[in-house]
């Protein structure tokens, strides 16, 4: 199982980025998948997260009405737009799969397979 991010970097407060997670070794449409995101000397927390067929879809409050969680099946990819973008939301960004195939969380145990990162930097 390999999951691979990208698509951070810096920008400016108010921008957009938008991130990837292309996904292999396993049944993609099987799984929910989840965005997290880590900034040192704190805990990973949860961002939002998708059902396989990407028809619910759940996100943590701070980013609600601004983060946009999204897959492509076909692809085997998630996605993560980030919209109106914070100093705040400065941190590394993980996607994962989760432990329990189409049921999601909000809780790292929920999910087995993690990516390696993809550092995004909000500031002027």
């Known amino acids: 199982v390999q999951l691979v991010e990208s698509g951070g970097g810096l920008v400016r407060p108010g921008g957009f980025l938008r991130l990837s997670c292309v996904t292999s070794g396993f049944r993609f449409d099987d799984y929910a998948m989840g965005w997290f995101r880590q900034t040192p000397g704190k805990e990973r927390e949860f961002v939002a997260a998708?059902?396989?067929?990407?028809?619910?879809?759940y996100y943590a409050d701070s980013v609600k009405g601004r983060f946009t969680i999204s897959r492509d099946n076909a692809k085997n990819t998630v996605y993560l737009q980030m919209n109106s973008l914070k100093p705040e939301n400065t941190a590394v960004y993980y996607c994962?799969?989760?432990?329990?195939?189409?049921?999601?969380?909000?809780?790292?145990?929920?999910?087995?397979?993690w990516g390696q990162g993809t550092k995004v930097t909000v500031s002027s």
């Open positions: 994962a799969r989760s432990r329990n195939m189409d049921i999601f969380g909000n809780r790292k145990d929920d999910y087995d397979y």
């Open positions: 998708t059902t396989r067929s990407g028809g619910n879809t």
